[in-house]
């Protein structure tokens, strides 16, 4: 995942809008156009973001005990790079999400 083309253009002064950590159920992003970041909607945003990030430390530690059991079998390892594509997809759009409100311009 990249910063997504279709992500809304802001110009420094203008409200930024949020890539939120959830996509729509056809996979394209959301996002949030809020004047406080104490709304609801960015607090469950958070929180969201909280819980991805931990269940990524947990996939990490998972795929690494897979990696290091030489009699880990083929399903054992794609099960372990599968869940740990999602994480890294979260942590990414996370990342990007959380760059774009860095005070000044943004992305």
Same mark, same amino acid.
């Given at each position: ?20 950590p959830w ?20 607090? /469950?945003? #958070?929180? @969201?973001?909280? +819980?991805?990030?931990?269940? $990524?430390?947990?996939?990490?530690? *998972? ?24 994480? /890294?997809? #979260?942590? @990414?759009?996370? +990342?990007?999400?959380?760059? $774009?409100?860095?005070?000044?311009? *943004?992305?």
């Amino acid at each position: 995942m990249s910063i997504p083309s279709n992500m809304p253009n802001t110009t420094c002064g203008e409200r930024q809008l949020r890539l939120l950590p959830w996509t729509t159920p056809d996979g394209k992003p959301c996002y949030l156009s809020a004047d406080s970041h104490d709304s609801r909607l960015s607090l /469950l945003a #958070d929180d @969201i973001e909280a +819980a991805q990030l931990d269940s $990524g430390e947990q996939v990490l530690a *998972g795929a690494k005990a897979v990696l290091a059991d030489p009699k880990a079998g083929e399903r054992a390892v794609r099960f372990a790079l599968t869940r740990a594509s999602e994480s /890294l997809e #979260d942590v @990414i759009r996370i +990342a990007v999400s959380r760059g $774009g409100r860095i005070p000044g311009c *943004g992305l």
